[in-house]
């Protein structure tokens, strides 16, 4: 008769295995067995926590200005990115690595100090605990906020009408690649599901390891995708990597000493104190409140934003029925008739009416390249410039109408000072008669010839990607 195999805890194992305590005659490879640290690990700990309390605990009080302003009665999911975006600026609004230099000097100080009036601590492992839960969840609230916003797929949306016919060379590369992965929406929401679960993950202890062996390599292809691309991500991205090394530290060596050498490793024996009721149940309240505010809520108005529409582009209708690409056929200034050239400083070449009130002409005279390319959720129409940054060719107008009248007004979306009052008539669906006077000098007519242009990605999204289609 078989005989049934007898359990061993953990701890026996590894005490039969030469990996007790210190306290016996042998030495113990991983932190987390009870033991003392070395004075080089209380030194470096006292410097870690001070770095990632900093950089992960808002103490910043431009930070509470931003939640004193949000209107929590009408909470938008641009004012929970916001907030779960945090990182501490000493330098302007920008993210720089001269900022996480500040913090270095400031722990190196602080553990200075600490360790002067500290000499005595035996070890550092209640510490350690609470300072990995922090940075768990800092974590977990920077890949959420960005995770919904792919799963749902906002951050890159469809490209415009206007980019659909701007020249490749007259892009950025990091608009190139936001238009790239615009155009293949579920592969963005799969992008966004990865960082969800890595998230998740990372919100409960013991799934923490696998959580940052899926995050690290993800984060890291956004680094240096955000390097490629000249985003402006980099740091914020370097930083998340960061958060996830520290984390994935705490196992690292035992992962090497089991899979890469395949010998006997200690577990994870440290324990909490939470002895007292009221540290156990703030615990679990705080857990539920984050849940419930960066998940439930986040992920719920999320949603709801991306069935609204893309948080890039206006929503101000703009005129009924004239959205699309328009050759100009007719271009009269001062009553002199341009014929076509490419290199014609006046003349217009093409005229885009988008759905949304942006009429965008391209045209030979050179224009400012908006570069600004960090990630910013915006509800107000004049601060959302997604269609023209990192684009030139092309300047872009924002216009109001008044169809009583027939009349437009434009205002460049760069340049304020650049305004036009243009009257218009539409003798047909696919004609636009334009009439006014340009820059307040030359009397200006122009007329419009919608052009009947298909694009293959709405054609693809027509017939399904097996079906067939022709251009």
């Known amino acids: 008769m078989a005989q049934k195999p007898i359990y061993q805890h953990p701890s026996t194992?590894?005490?039969q295995a030469g990996y007790a305590a210190p306290g016996n005659g042998r030495t113990t490879p991983d932190l987390a067995t009870p033991g003392a640290w070395s004075p080089l690990e209380k030194a470096l700990f006292r410097v870690a926590f001070i770095y990632f309390t900093i950089q992960s605990v808002p103490l910043d009080w431009k930070y509470y200005r931003r939640v004193f302003q949000i209107?929590?009665?009408?909470?938008?999911?641009?004012?929970?990115?916001?907030?779960?975006?945090?990182?501490?600026?000493?330098?302007?609004?920008q993210d720089t690595f001269l900022n996480w230099l500040v913090v270095l000097v400031i722990a190196v100080g602080g553990a200075i100090y600490w360790g002067m009036r500290d000499k005595d601590r035996r070890d550092y492992n209640q510490a350690y605990y609470w300072l990995r839960v922090i940075v768990r969840y800092?974590?977990?609230?920077?890949?959420?906020?960005y995770g919904f916003i792919k799963f749902y797929p906002l951050q890159a949306p469809l490209p415009s009408i206007s980019n659909l016919n701007t020249p490749y060379g007259d892009f950025s590369a990091w608009k190139l690649f936001a238009m790239s992965l615009g155009?293949?929406?579920?592969?963005?929401?799969?992008?966004?599901?990865?960082?969800?679960?890595?998230?998740?993950?990372l919100l409960h202890r013991k799934t923490t390891t696998i959580a940052t062996l899926i995050i690290i390599p993800f984060i890291g292809n956004v680094f240096f995708s955000n390097l490629a691309y000249e985003g402006g991500e980099y740091v914020y991205s370097f930083y998340l990597i960061v958060l996830a090394l520290f984390l994935f530290a705490f196992d690292a060596n035992r992962l090497y000493r089991l899979l890469a050498l395949e010998k006997p490793t200690v577990p994870n024996l440290f324990k909490p104190d939470l002895g007292n009721s009221k540290l156990r149940f703030g615990r679990v309240a705080l857990k539920a409140a984050f849940i419930l505010f960066f998940v439930v809520v986040y992920g719920s108005k999320t949603y709801a934003g991306y069935h609204s529409g893309p948080y890039h582009y206006p929503t101000k209708p703009g005129i009924a029925g004239a959205a699309g690409l328009y050759n100009v056929e007719q271009f009269i200034v001062n009553g002199d008739t341009l014929a076509y050239s490419a290199l014609d400083s006046v003349r217009w070449k093409d005229v885009v009416f988008e759905k949304w009130a942006t009429l965008s002409i391209r045209s030979?005279?050179?224009?400012?390249?908006d570069s600004t390319n960090v990630e910013q959720i915006h509800f107000d129409d004049a601060k959302r410039d997604y269609e023209f940054a990192g684009s030139g060719g092309r300047h872009y107008y924002g216009y109001d109408f008044d169809d009583a009248s027939k009349?437009?007004?434009?205002?460049?979306?760069?340049?304020?000072?650049d305004q036009l009052v243009l009257h218009y008539s539409r003798p047909d669906s696919a004609t636009i008669h334009l009439s006014g006077?340009?820059?307040?000098?030359?009397?200006?007519?122009?007329?419009?010839?919608?052009?009947?242009?298909?694009?293959?990605?709405?054609?693809?999204?027509?017939?399904?990607?097996?079906?067939?289609?022709?251009?």
């Open 407 to 417: 009349t437009l007004k434009l205002t460049n979306k760069v340049n304020a000072a």
């Open 71 to 93: 209107n929590w009665l009408n909470l938008t999911y641009g004012d929970i990115f916001d907030l779960a975006r945090y990182q501490p600026r000493f330098f302007g609004e």
């Open 13 to 15: 194992v590894a005490l």
């Open 364 to 369: 030979a005279p050179p224009k400012v390249i």
């Open 138 to 145: 800092r974590l977990a609230a920077g890949l959420i906020a």
């Open 183 to 201: 155009v293949v929406p579920n592969y963005e929401s799969f992008l966004g599901l990865v960082e969800l679960v890595g998230g998740l993950l």
């Open 437 to 471: 006077v340009s820059g307040g000098r030359d009397s200006l007519q122009v007329l419009l010839k919608k052009i009947n242009k298909k694009y293959l990605f709405e054609e693809v999204k027509k017939v399904g990607r097996r079906g067939e289609f022709k251009l």
